[in-house]
């Protein structure tokens, strides 16, 4: 059957099961005459299942180990039980504080008594540890956020509109000891803020289905990898911009940079949550 009768049959888009394919979860046969997929009952059933354990939260990869029996289908439904026990406690027992503050009236900042609702403080924060983490990696937030993103883009249209009356009308791509191997015409330097747009919208959603989004820190990651990527291509523009005019040619130097910058984002993120523990130590101490 084709992918339209799938689509069909399962209620899924086509999108879905185009991922499922491409994570190896369903493997339909292709007709030797048009190579067009064609899907069979067994694949209809796996995507129906594959699905089904989505929406339980259990991820890609724990689903491809099930289909491979690496693990049992009930040992994966009782750890994704235990994970979503822990994360109901959690929203439990802050509804239940958040019932508490509204029973006690009007409230501003000032007069908030966070000791009237916890007694036990210190051992509150260590209940709580999994949103101190969260803070510590705000440097996630910051270089993943659309405003990082949007300056990405927008520096690397200024560079286009600014340099584009001024280079030759091809401009290297490729590099090979310092020569330009492969050349296009100069409209191309354009393609750079609209290589951005398109990480941003595609780039964005992969890495959300490759990592299984399954909490914030991992949809984090996803933004933040994907502005990495955009300033790949932010810096291979400039790189080939300079190139043209002699400044640089060597693309070692445009590595380097991007080492740097991505690397010192990732180790400010490191430190901070090595410090840490440090901190929570302290603030138990002052308590």
């Not at 491809?64 to 822990?86: N, R, V």
């Not at 690397?156 to 091809?170: A, E, K, N, R």
């Not at 932010?234 to 690397?263: C, W």
Request: aromatic share 12%.
């Amino acid at each position: 059957m084709t992918i339209k009768e799938v689509e069909e049959k399962t209620g899924l888009a086509r999108s879905n099961i185009r991922f499922y394919e491409k994570e190896n979860l369903i493997s339909p046969d292709r007709n030797e005459k048009n190579g067009y997929r064609e899907y069979t009952e067994e694949n209809v059933n796996d995507i129906k299942k594959i699905a089904y354990l989505r929406t339980l939260g259990i991820s890609v990869q724990n689903i491809q180990k099930i289909m491979s029996y690496e693990i049992g289908l009930m040992d994966a439904i009782c750890e994704q039980e235990k994970i979503l026990d822990d994360e109901i406690l959690e929203l439990n027992r802050a509804k239940t504080i958040c019932r508490q503050m509204i029973a006690d009236g009007e409230m501003n900042y000032d007069t908030l008594d966070i000791e009237r609702y916890t007694e036990r403080l210190p051992e509150y924060w260590r209940e709580n540890k999994k949103v101190f983490k969260l803070d510590s990696v705000s440097f996630l937030c910051m270089w993943g956020g659309t405003l990082v993103w949007g300056a990405i883009t927008l520096i690397s249209l200024l560079v286009g509109i600014l340099t584009y009356p001024y280079l030759p009308d091809q401009i290297p791509v490729q590099y090979s000891a310092g020569e330009a191997s492969s050349t296009i015409p100069k409209l191309c330097i354009f393609f750079y803020p609209v290589a951005c747009m398109i990480i941003r919208m595609f780039f964005r959603a992969y890495f959300r289905w490759k990592f299984g989004i399954q909490h914030r820190i991992n949809d984090l990651i996803s933004d933040y990898m994907t502005n990495c990527l955009c300033f790949v291509a932010l810096s291979a523009e400039i790189f080939s911009v300079l190139f043209v005019y002699g400044y640089v040619k060597n693309v070692v130097i445009m590595l380097f940079v991007d080492a740097i910058v991505l690397g010192g984002a990732l180790i400010c993120g490191v430190s901070k949550l090595a410090s840490r523990p440090e901190q929570e130590e302290k603030n138990r101490k002052n308590i």
